[in-house]
């Protein structure tokens, strides 16, 4: 398969919003355009979001919360409707991956599980219909009457969500807040709108209870709205640190709930009984995960001095193999960066990287081979100072940095020494020693010899990271509230 044998995916109401549990004709004639990636070519336009679409919508979802049937289900009703969600989530999950690739530029023979991946994760949260401790008998401190400890929907819930991974981190919101009983306004990316519109037509042909969920396309000054409506009880982001800076200050002005999922400059400590070419080949096979496009990226590659010049030969030699191009190709091991924007972000740093010291053993550039599409080179920077702008900032592309270290404690420093902490690795053949090192890192995942993230049980940050977890029963702790309730004696069903 390659990009002139496919073709955009379809959709019913690229012209509307999904909101009230309809397709709604948008306040304005203003548009986003999305630009495919891969050949620079306008495949889709969407409405913009106006003023009174965004306040129409939370209308839509707060009358569904208050009013509606939706938070009085019990939570196995709630849960049918959810596995409906997940078998219409694979009917069309065609449709997903070809957005994701187009918009985003990851590789299909990837794009193409998500929608399996996604319906798996609603029917883990529709599972825990069945475990989760939504109300639990508790004995209370003064030993009278019955205590309880019931667990209810936070209320409405506004989902606001990237382009790098779009259906993804809309279902690790969604997922929870549904099973809870909230109800949510989603809020697209101009540059990613596709997935979340293939999900609204599954929510409008299961036959989701109107305003359950709403969807619309909005840039930032209508996007802030939803976060200063104080009929939103809940925001849920994932995105830049400036934004959630912005989001947790709004938030906080009207003690609002928020839980926000941030950037990385995350670390990779490889200890000196680990070979160097096997650490290699795991680093850059992870970096062309959507091209270095991801929170989680492991950029920062921290090695003792005496084996820093040939660990960097054995990352150069391998990163610089790496097959870019069509993402849709078969053989292709790295697609285009998700728009030109984001090229010319992972240009300036790149040149940062150079007049600031920086040695670098391969890429920098724009493919010779391509002359369309927003590709970028593998690239290895020797020799980085952990100081300088490539060794703090969030590139967000396929650049990865070396820096020698002097010892254990001294790469355990350097990894620490950033403002976030959500992704590390330690690379060791002793399980016990990793186990030691990992309880130094001040990151919210650890993996072992590998960069390994789980973002379907447990995924956050430390520090600028972020704040609050996504995925399994930790992420659904931030869509409820714990009500205490003490009674003069059990309900029925507890006698």
């Not at 995105?239 to 959630?244: H, I």
């Not at 609050?468 to 869509?479: A, C, I, N, V």
């Amino acid at each position: 398969m390659s990009i002139a044998e496919t073709a955009p995916a379809a959709l019913s109401h690229p012209d509307a919003f999904f909101i009230g549990g309809q397709w709604v004709r948008p306040s304005s004639d203003a548009t986003f355009e999305v630009d495919d990636s891969a050949t620079e070519e306008i495949f889709l336009r969407v409405p913009e979001a106006q003023s009174s679409d965004m306040s129409a919508a939370v209308t839509a979802a707060r009358a569904a919360f208050d009013e509606g049937p939706w938070p009085r289900m019990s939570h196995r009703k709630r849960a049918e409707y959810m596995r409906e969600l997940a078998n219409g989530i694979r009917r069309r999950s065609e449709d997903f991956a070809q957005f994701w690739t187009r918009e985003s530029g990851i590789l299909y023979t990837m794009s193409k599980f998500d929608g399996e991946t996604q319906a798996k994760l609603f029917e883990y949260y529709a599972d825990l219909a069945d475990t989760f401790p939504f109300e639990e008998p508790v004995a209370t401190s003064f030993g009278d009457g019955f205590g309880m400890i019931v667990r209810e929907p936070v209320g409405v819930v506004g989902a606001i969500v990237p382009w790098n991974g779009a259906f993804g981190t809309i279902a690790l919101k969604i997922a929870p807040a549904l099973i809870a009983g909230c109800t949510a306004v989603v809020k697209s990316s101009p540059e990613a709108p596709g997935e979340a519109y293939v999900l609204a037509e599954v929510a409008d042909e299961i036959g989701l209870p109107p305003g359950v969920l709403n969807f619309l396309t909005a840039d930032r000054e209508v996007s802030e709205q939803l976060v200063r409506d104080p009929r939103v009880d809940k925001i849920a982001f994932t995105g830049s640190n400036a934004a959630g800076q912005r989001i947790g200050s709004i938030c906080g002005e009207r003690l609002a709930r928020f839980s926000l999922e941030l950037g990385g400059k995350s670390a990779a400590v490889i200890l000196d009984d680990y070979d160097l070419e096997t650490a290699a080949r795991a680093l850059s096979g992870a970096e062309c995960w959507i091209a270095g496009q991801v929170c989680s990226s492991v950029t920062r590659i921290i090695v003792s001095k005496p084996r820093h010049d040939q660990f960097v030969e054995a990352l150069t030699s391998v990163f610089s193999q790496v097959v870019v191009g069509d993402p849709f190709a078969e053989g292709t091991e790295m697609g285009p960066l998700a728009s030109s924007r984001q090229r010319d972000r992972v240009e300036y740093f790149v040149a940062k990287g150079i007049s600031e010291g920086a040695t670098l053993t391969t890429g920098g550039g724009r493919p010779k081979h391509l002359d369309r599409g927003w590709y970028f080179e593998p690239t290895v920077f020797a020799n980085v100072d952990n100081s300088s702008t490539i060794g703090r900032e969030e590139i967000f592309g396929p650049v990865l940095s070396v820096i020698p270290a002097a010892n254990e404690a001294d790469a355990v420093r350097i990894a620490n020494d950033t403002r976030f902490g959500l992704n590390a690795s330690v690379f060791t053949n002793d399980v016990d020693r990793a186990r030691d090192v990992s309880s130094r890192l001040l990151s919210g995942t650890v993996g072992h010899n590998g960069v390994r993230t789980d973002v379907a049980t447990c995924f956050g940050g430390f520090k600028q990271s972020g704040i609050g977890r996504e995925g399994g029963t930790e992420g659904l702790h931030s869509y409820v509230e714990a009500k205490m309730l003490i009674l003069d004696a059990p309900p029925s069903r507890y006698r």
